[in-house]
């Protein structure tokens, strides 16, 4: 098999790479050494098994000193530049179980584009705003301060996140009376948070992605400038939409003027409108100028 | 891609590695380390 062959059956398989992704990043391990890094996922550290450490939490720990977080952004910035929200399509452990809960039948609906703008909104914030006016860094430590005690941090972990919730949360609600002594209004609302957006992942595909993640916002800005590209060929293209009706994040890639045709910074790379595109050569994805893979089963080197 | 974008792309990850370079020098992966510790087991 080419390698071109191989590039175009590793769609087929970005479900497999995600399910690896999940297991090596809650495989504990590995987690002694993985905590010093920050990947551009969502995946709690908070929870023991967790094997990098969180870039939302990480960021609102340094701004709390108050302190520039140089590390996480270098690190952020340059994964964005390589390989740009590609870690959001194939990699992110709570993008994945969106992509399964997606896949519960029944009727399916888009959010309006404009709620794309709140997670920058969460971003500037409650991951940087509130953290700096009001922090303490020596109040951002423990699962029961940042998930369950009233009187905890005012930041996007405390308040917010869901992945904390379904993975530190709700286990340590179970497992721990203590937890459970100390549950607050907080510990209520981060449970109703959690179930809003796993019913909503139901019903609109990566609707969190889009619209809660202040990691995705992150990730949106550090790749403005990147390596990869996913581009229209406008003279290939039908306008049969598929791409359109599959795009988990509504990135609108079939141009509605002309001039478009280039992928939005919603798109997460997950190349789902490459596969399915009938038409050869109307969707193309490249890295640094050298075509990967394009649309209607042909790729090129 | 065009030599301007390459010019562009070199510029972002100087700038980009320098943050990285100098977050490790300060001893941020400690800083990170500790910070996922203190949230995980404490």
């Known amino acids: 098999m080419s390698t071109s062959d191989r590039r175009q059956r590793l769609l087929e398989k970005r479900p497999r790479v995600q399910l690896y992704s999940l297991v090596v990043l809650n495989s504990y391990i590995l987690a002694p050494v993985g905590k010093y890094i920050c990947l551009p996922v969502l995946n709690c550290y908070a929870c023991p098994i967790g094997t990098v450490a969180c870039p939302v939490g990480s960021i609102t720990a340094f701004v709390m000193v108050p302190y520039f977080p140089f590390y996480v952004i270098g690190m952020l910035g340059i994964a964005g530049l390589a390989v740009g929200r590609a870690f959001c399509g194939w990699a992110c452990p709570f993008g994945y179980v969106q992509d399964l809960l997606h896949r519960i039948p029944g009727r399916k609906f888009g959010l309006p584009r404009a709620l794309d703008a709140t997670k920058y909104v969460l971003l500037v914030v409650l991951v940087v705003g509130l953290p700096l006016l009001l922090g303490n860094p020596y109040d951002f430590t423990g699962t029961e301060r940042v998930v369950f005690e009233a009187g905890g941090t005012w930041d996007y972990c405390a308040l917010v996140c869901p992945v904390g919730t379904l993975q530190a949360g709700v286990p340590g609600l179970i497992a721990n009376a203590d937890f459970r002594e100390k549950a607050s209004w907080r510990t209520a609302s981060k449970l109703a948070i959690l179930a809003i957006v796993l019913a909503l992942a139901v019903l609109s595909h990566r609707s969190f992605c889009r619209v809660l993640c202040p990691l995705g916002a992150l990730m949106a800005i550090a790749s403005i400038v990147k390596l990869p590209r996913l581009r229209t060929d406008q003279g290939a293209c039908t306008r049969c939409l598929r791409c359109r009706r599959t795009c988990p994040t509504s990135s609108r890639l079939v141009p509605e003027n002309a001039g478009e045709g280039e992928a939005t910074s919603e798109c997460v790379l997950c190349l789902e409108c490459v596969r399915v595109c009938p038409e050869a050569g109307a969707l193309s994805a490249s890295l640094g100028g050298k075509s990967l893979v394009t649309s209607g089963g042909k790729t090129s080197e | ?42």
């Open chain 2, 1 to 42: 891609m065009s030599r301007k974008t390459w010019i562009l792309v070199a510029v972002v990850l100087s700038v980009l590695a320098a943050c990285l370079a100098y977050g490790i020098y300060l001893g941020d992966p400690g800083y990170v380390f500790a910070n996922a510790l203190a949230v995980c087991y404490t």
